[in-house]
Nanobody, 115 residues
Framework: QVQLVESGGGLVQAGGSLRLSCTAS????????MEWYRQAPGKQREWVAG???????YYEDSVKGRFTIATDNTKYTVSMQMNSLKPEDSAVYYC?????????WGQGTQVTVSS
């Protein structure tokens, strides 16, 4: 059974930083794109950032220059360093990975940015 476990959320003041991490466990034979999504109360889940196996990174416009996604493929881990956080970044953050040809989601971690 493949599982994704996230950590690193919390409460931070505007302008502060947090680092999210997501690790996959189980029988993993292949791994493709790793991504982060977020969902704020009353809003749809939105894509935030992604990284391919080759290391190419992609960001949603509002987080460019503030968030950095990285991966350690040998440990099936994806992280996201979030700097200069804004109240509008508050949401539940989810990691998503394509493993063994299937999509998996983490359980979500809450990020709250106070003004």
């Amino acid at each position: 059974q493949v599982q994704l476990v996230e950590s690193g959320g919390g409460l931070v003041q505007a302008g502060g930083s947090l680092r999210l991490s997501c690790t996959a466990s189980g029988s993993i034979f292949s791994i493709n794109t790793m991504e982060w999504y977020r969902q704020a109360p009353g809003k749809q889940r939105e894509w935030v950032a992604g990284i391919t196996r080759s290391g190419a990174t992609y960001y949603e416009d509002s987080v460019k220059g503030r968030f950095t996604i990285a991966t350690d493929n040998t440990k099936y881990t994806v992280s996201m360093q979030m700097n200069s956080l804004k109240p509008e970044d508050s949401a539940v953050y989810y990691c998503s990975m394509v493993l063994n040809g299937r999509g998996y989601w983490g359980q979500g971690t809450q990020v709250t940015v106070s003004s």
